[in-house]
């Protein structure tokens, strides 16, 4: 018989299996129950299209950050090129679907291993040294491909990009923001699930050990740069993955979308979220796409009560501002992120009401 | 099935050691001609040197011996300038620090190397690492020889907890601990992998008395009982000298004298190495 | 045969640039080993004070510039001890990601205030600085930029080599622990290295403000191409920075002059890519064996 464990105050599990389990409690996995069914279930068909184009961008998002936070969050080793791994999976998808012909379902796995067979070009020779080498190189990755995407035009469009027309999307008749939706978090929820488990073997204990003493990690059996590479192919095929969703959400794109400052964006979300955190890679994401659209709406809201007449008032900019405040302010004052954040709300109201 | 799983309470014999011995324990190493250099420094000159299977062989000298510096040789940390290493056979010296690590040599460190960050039960489940078996893929789906594994080894590290007596701490931060707990911690690190040949760089430096005693006792136990093979370094003369088969004694670098704890103790230059010339 | 020496004037002189910019990257590297991201802001911060100074308020350029520097000198200090000092005890990567954040908020404040727009600066160089030789010509204000350079990299060896300050900063660069021990007061040692940092990326920043115009995103790329050029050179080494500044440069103008100019841009990154195969402790760095 299976005993419900909804509040326990206390480590009351009898074998070590049931310390493996990702949530502690049923409780926890009652509201994930809950949570999945209300997502597929209800927000598809109570959400404004608006309001579905956001959640599609912020699944889209969440699942590249998951992958960043492996690399950076548990591995320790920054890569600046996420934004360029993402290009490269949404231009794979789109050069696929387009040129090649191929079914949604294919392009989108082969954009996540694209992504990750070139990365390896980069982290190949770095990551064998000290990780700030692997940093300089993907820097040096994100602005190669930038060039390369602008530059070959023949196969990605130039400048101009390249379009999806509706047809192609999917092979299947998908074409709806709300197909998509399910698309977007069906992949969301399996690429969290991977996540979680990695972070919970023997693969995820490996990456945080070369965070954390390298030298020690090596003493004890673990191969440093094999499982940096691993982090770094496993989070590029998450970045390439969700950028070939990005594609098709998008249905048009263009090399200059995929720049440093996308990057830098993705780490900006991760270390909101909180580093080291798969479910503050989706907080991370949550918030990062929230800021943007409040804030690309201040301009009209102000025209509207009539604080400032014109249009001319450029509040993009002060994005990037934003961006770089909360990265600063969480680093020094939450650097474990929302996560954390939620983490104590969550712990103050375990024995509520009878808390102690 | 699943009540093969349940915690169970301690027999008293770690599978860890009792499951896998006789030559698959085999440790014989052989260090031949080693000479590192730093710089100017010749940390180690010409270093001969072997051990052999079930001994407990400790190194002692005054500080900047180079009894570090020999074992960060074997251990690969360090890459010397001339010589051979071969551990059963095979010569390792050019191997790299993780895989002599998976081929059977763990160590502590003088300074003790852990995650500071993780509970004393992460830290040696890291220090299992090598002996799961199942790959990314696996992993990434959890599959059910993935969770079968972790359970297996859980039990295997629960043993060493026991073994150990550290029961009360394995959920504890390995940074919160006290300095002679840490030294415990290091000592289930290096045997959760399992080694043929342990290596301890001062284990008993800056522990209190009754944590020596534990210390002591379960080195004899290891080395007795289970027959592990051991390189003890150390200062605690008294200690090396009751419990080692065999003693080794550097000086700038020099192996001076090798024997058994009363040959080295009576040999006039190891006398001279630590009392300084006196004639 | 001209265009080739000219390309090598031109090489040189946007080397001697790289250098001096890659001073102040070198030297944040070197005190607390933090790759300082928000570099090529620090130098779009310069160019843009002394913009604001200069045309804005109409102050004489002297002045200007002085306040310049003497604000940008504040902005480092003020960064250390705000940003950076509280995560002195954190991992590196903390620092590095902080960076990150400081690049994106001088970006994101300059372009709201300036646009993404490129301004020049009144001209106040003379023009009799520049040289001419022959059919070569060295424009006045790489002259000028050699000239402040030069001043610049004599004054810092000077003070690191004979100041007591500087020799607690190079105390602190070699070894933190010792150098704490030794009642060095590290964390000033760290604040002044930001401090002096951001005065070098300031006359930087104006130098390239003067030959390319000022723009935030053009200072911005400057800014990164210092990890190319501190890498070709070995990472925190001071000499190793200078030699890598002129060997980028040359390779840049180069490129430009002899195989596509836009291709110029991205050579950097791609040698930088090669070096790491082949080369990776840089053409003039050192390995250590850690000790364990
Ligand atoms: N990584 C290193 N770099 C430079 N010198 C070292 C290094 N490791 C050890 N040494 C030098 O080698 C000599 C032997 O050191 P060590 O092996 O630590 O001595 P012991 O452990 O016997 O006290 C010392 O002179 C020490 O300074
Ligand atoms: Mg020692």
């Known amino acids: ?356 | 099935m699943a009540n093969d799983h349940k915690m169970k309470a301690f027999r008293g014999e770690p599978s860890i050691f009792t499951s896998t011995r006789s030559e698959e324990s085999q440790a014989e190493l052989k260090v031949k001609d080693l000479t590192l250099k730093f710089g100017g420094i010749t940390a180690l000159n010409k270093i001969d040197l072997s051990v052999h299977d079930g001994e407990l062989i400790s190194i002692i000298g005054p500080n900047g011996a180079g009894k570090t510096s020999l074992l960060n040789c074997i251990s690969g940390y360090y890459k010397a300038q001339e010589g051979r290493i071969s551990f059963n056979g095979k010569d390792i010296t050019h191997l790299s620090t993780n895989h002599l690590a998976k081929i059977g040599i763990g160590r502590t460190y003088q300074n003790i190397e852990l995650f500071p960050g993780m509970t004393v039960l992460s830290n040696m489940m890291l220090a299992r690492h090598v002996h799961y078996k199942y790959n990314v893929g696996q992993a990434s789906l959890f599959l059910k020889n993935v969770r079968n594994e972790e359970v297996r080894h859980r039990e295997v590290l629960e043993e060493l907890i026991d073994f150990l007596e550290m029961q009360s701490i394995r959920k504890q931060l390995v940074g919160g601990l006290p300095y002679g707990t840490r030294k415990r911690v290091e000592l289930g690190c290096a045997l959760a992998l399992q080694p043929k040949l342990l290596m301890l760089d001062e284990p008993f430096a800056g522990i209190t008395l009754e944590e020596k005693e534990d210390m002591v006792r379960f080195l004899v136990e290891l080395n007795e009982a289970w027959n592990q093979t051991i390189i003890l370094v150390e200062h605690n003369l008294s200690i090396v000298m009751s419990i080692s088969d065999r003693v080794a004694v550097f000086d700038f670098g020099v192996k001076i004298a090798e024997g058994s704890p009363d040959f080295v103790q009576n040999h006039p230059q190891v006398i001279k190495a630590y009392l300084g010339d006196t004639s | 045969m001209e265009f080739f020496l000219q390309i090598l004037a031109n090489g040189i002189s946007l080397g001697f640039l790289y250098a001096l910019s890659a001073l102040g990257f070198a030297m944040i590297f070197k005190s607390s080993n933090v790759l300082n991201f928000a570099h090529g802001g620090l130098m779009a911060m310069g160019a843009f004070i002394f913009l604001a100074l200069s045309v804005w308020a109409g102050l004489p350029i002297i002045l200007a510039f002085a306040l310049t520097l003497a604000g940008s000198f504040t902005l480092g200090f003020l960064l250390e001890k705000f940003f950076l000092r509280p995560l002195i005890k954190k991992t590196l990567i903390y620092a590095i990601m902080l960076t990150l954040g400081l690049a994106l908020m001088f970006r994101g404040l300059l372009t709201f205030i300036f646009g993404g727009d490129i301004y020049s600066y009144p001209k106040f160089l003379p023009e009799t600085l520049s040289l001419k030789w022959g059919g070569i010509q060295i424009s006045a204000v790489y002259v000028a930029a050699f000239i402040i350079g030069a001043v610049s990299l004599i004054l810092f060896g000077l003070f690191y080599k004979y100041s007591s300050q500087g020799i607690y900063m190079r105390s602190v660069a070699d070894n933190k622990p010792a150098a704490l021990s030794l009642g060095v007061h590290v964390k000033r040692s760290f604040a002044l290295s930001w401090a002096i940092a951001a005065l070098v990326c300031a006359i930087s920043g104006v130098l390239f403000g003067i030959i390319n115009g000022v723009s935030v995103h053009t200072l911005n790329s400057i800014g990164l191409k210092m990890l190319p050029v501190v890498i070709l050179g070995g990472l925190g080494s001071i000499r190793g920075a200078i030699l890598g500044g002129i060997t980028i440069g040359l390779l840049e103008t180069f490129t430009g002059g002899y195989i596509s100019s836009s291709l110029q841009e991205i050579m950097p990154y791609i040698v930088l890519v090669f070096i790491l195969m082949v080369k990776p402790y840089g053409l003039f760095g050192l390995v250590e064996t850690k000790r364990a």
């Open chain 1, 1 to 356: 018989m299976h005993k419900f464990q909804f509040r326990p105050c206390g480590n009351f599990r009898t074998s070590y299996q049931d310390e493996l389990a990702i949530f502690n409690t049923d409780f926890g996995r009652l509201w994930i129950s809950i949570g999945i069914l209300l997502l597929f279930g209800v927000v598809p068909f109570i959400s404004s299209a608006y309001i579905l184009h956001i959640l599609n961008s912020i699944g889209i998002y969440a699942i590249a950050a998951a992958g960043l936070n492996l690399l950076i969050g548990y591995t320790g080793q920054i890569s600046l090129c996420h934004g360029a791994f993402f290009g490269v999976g949404a231009y794979t998808a789109a050069i696929l679907l387009v040129k090649g012909g191929l079914p949604f379902f294919l392009t989108v796995p082969i954009a996540g291993v694209v992504s990750a067979a070139v990365g390896m070009v980069f982290a190949l020779p770095s990551a064998r040294l000290k990780h700030l080498y692997l940093c300089i190189a993907t820097l040096a990755g994100q602005l190669i491909i930038e060039y390369v995407l602008v530059h070959w035009e023949s196969l990605t469009g130039g400048a101009e990009g390249i379009v999806i027309p509706n047809t192609s999307r999917f092979g299947l008749d998908l074409g709806s923001d709300r197909a998509f939706f399910y698309v977007i978090f069906i992949c969301f929820i399996l690429m969290t699930w991977i996540a979680v488990n990695l972070t919970r073997t023997k693969i995820g204990r490996a990456f945080v050990a070369i965070r954390d003493n390298d030298r020690a990690a090596e003493g004890m059996g673990i191969p440093i740069y094999p499982y940096k590479l691993l982090s770094f192919a496993i989070s590029s095929f998450y970045a390439g993955l969700a950028g070939a969703l990005y594609a098709c959400h998008m249905t048009s794109i263009t090399p200059e979308h995929f720049n440093l400052w996308l990057s830098i964006e993705y780490i900006a979300m991760i270390i909101i979220g909180g580093l080291g955190s798969i479910p503050g890679s989706a907080f991370g994401a949550v918030f990062i796409v929230t800021l943007n659209e409040v804030l690309n709406h201040i301009p009209e809201y102000l025209m509207n009560i009539g604080i400032s007449t014109g249009a001319e008032l450029n509040i993009a900019p002060l994005q990037d501002f934003f961006y770089g405040l909360a990265i600063v302010l969480f680093i020094i004052f939450q650097p474990k992120g929302l996560a954390e954040v939620w983490r104590i709300i969550r712990s103050s109201f375990r024995l509520w009401p009878f808390s102690y």
